[in-house]
């Protein structure tokens, strides 16, 4: 299994105040109990809001984890072509832009993510409303590769985010307990029936801010929705994004 979407908080890195909010510690040793037993062997280290673009956690826990696990950055506007080589070698292979908690220049977003990925290869994450999704068409018509949290955090955003599937878009099935989704296992089966291989399963632990975080009966619900493509969604489909054997 390849969980698409962590958070790992070391107590050993500073961390960035958001709205008011700092979150508990959550180590590599704190992910590995909480997923004992559910055959997790690779995964994306998400930087979070509250760490800002402190790349060292990102780093330290990438070494620390090994081989099967990637990065998502966020980067600041300064970066340096040798600061984003340094993270691609680093095992970094994405830049997520966090709409929900933070402003954002469109303009910057748009120049940072290209760079990216002529540089090194990187695509786009989101974590956005998918409502949200129709305003922001003009920059995913200029980037390669993107792909959304979260199913898109609402249903009334479902039917943008579809239509974004059907053009290549992939989309995070994680954070159940985040979204704003009247049934998640329909929002599933919709996005998966348009695009079998958008779907990349992830814990989103330890679920920060969320109402609910990572239980075992989300895998029954997706088991549910996808039926023969669950190895895929489970693992194949991010280990082909993240460009992973």
């Known amino acids: 299994m390849f969980d698409a979407h962590v958070h790992i908080i070391d107590p050993r890195?500073?961390?960035?105040?958001?709205?008011?909010?700092?979150?508990?510690?959550?180590?590599?040793?704190?992910?590995r109990a909480r997923v004992d037993g559910f055959g997790v062997d690779g995964g994306a280290v998400v930087t979070a809001s509250y760490q800002g673009t402190n790349q060292d956690y990102l780093v330290a826990a990438l070494e620390e984890l090994g081989p099967g696990w990637v990065g998502v950055t966020q980067l600041p506007e300064d970066a340096?072509?040798?600061?984003?080589?340094?993270?691609?070698?680093?095992?970094?292979?994405?830049?997520?832009?966090?709409?929900?908690?933070?402003?954002?220049?469109?303009?910057?977003?748009?120049t940072q993510a290209l760079r990216a990925w002529e540089l090194a290869g990187w695509h786009a994450e989101f974590y956005v409303d998918?409502?949200?999704?129709?305003?922001?068409?003009?920059v995913f018509k200029k980037l390669p590769l993107v792909s959304v949290d979260h199913l898109g955090m609402s249903t009334r955003g479902l039917?943008?985010?579809?239509?974004?599937?059907?053009?290549?878009?992939?989309?995070?099935?994680?954070?159940?307990?985040r979204a704003t989704i009247d049934d998640v296992g329909d929002a599933l089966r919709r996005i998966?029936?348009?695009?079998?291989?958008?779907?990349?399963?992830?814990?989103?632990?330890?679920?920060?801010r969320a109402r609910r975080a990572f239980e075992a009966a989300d895998l029954d619900v997706i088991t549910e929705a996808v039926g023969d493509d669950l190895e895929a969604v489970l693992g194949g489909n991010a280990r082909a994004w993240y460009r992973l054997r």
Do not use: C, Q, W
């Not at 340096?80 to 080589?85: A, H, R, V």
């Not at 029936?193 to 989103?204: K, Q, S």
């Open 159 to 177: 039917p943008y985010l579809l239509n974004l599937v059907d053009r290549g878009v992939k989309v995070k099935a994680t954070g159940f307990g």
């Open 13 to 31: 890195f500073a961390l960035v105040e958001n709205d008011g909010y700092l979150p508990d510690p959550f180590t590599i040793a704190d992910y």
């Open 130 to 138: 998918a409502s949200l999704l129709l305003s922001l068409e003009p």
């Open 192 to 208: 998966h029936r348009v695009n079998p291989a958008a779907l990349m399963f992830g814990t989103d632990l330890p679920g920060t």
């Open 80 to 110: 340096t072509d040798e600061d984003i080589l340094a993270l691609d070698r680093a095992g970094v292979r994405a830049l997520r832009f966090n709409l929900r908690r933070s402003a954002t220049d469109v303009k910057v977003l748009t």
